[in-house]
Nanobody, 122 residues
Framework: QVQLVESGGGLVQAGGSLRLSCAAS????????MGWFRRAPGKEREFVAA????????NYADSVKGRCTISRDNAKNTVYLQMNSLKPEDTAVYYC???????????????WGQGAQVTVSS
């Protein structure tokens, strides 16, 4: 199983940008489709974006489409989430995980990292 560590969160004003990183351990990282998820206060964890193992295909939740870009660097075992035009409703803890497929967007592993807190002020 791949170990995942998220970073890059912070406090930003509405309209601002952040780039999250997810560093993965293990040689098999490049074999997995990967995704970003988030959990807002008082809500269930939800899917944000996913990227295929090759980086050639992506999928986004409607709530972030056009504002977020997921990418990966398999040489660095890292997945990124560039978030632009942030809104207060984007405030959440963001997590990465492998996904069963970019279409299903279901997380693959039961264990999660500590996440990265993103807070967007209005």
């Amino acid at each position: 199983q791949v170990q995942l560590v998220e970073s890059g969160g912070g406090l930003v004003q509405a309209g601002g940008s952040l780039r999250l990183s997810c560093a993965a351990s293990g040689r098999t990282f490049r074999l997995y489709d990967m995704g970003w998820f988030r959990r807002a206060p008082g809500k269930e964890r939800e899917f944000v974006a996913a990227i295929s193992w090759s980086g050639g295909n992506t999928n986004y939740a409607d709530s972030v489409k056009g504002r977020c870009t997921i990418s990966r660097d398999n040489a660095k075992n890292t997945v990124y989430l560039q978030m632009n035009s942030l809104k207060p409703e984007d405030t959440a803890v963001y997590y990465c995980n492998a996904v069963n497929s970019i279409a299903s967007s279901n997380p693959k592993f039961d264990s999660w990292g500590q996440g990265a807190q993103v807070t967007v002020s209005s």
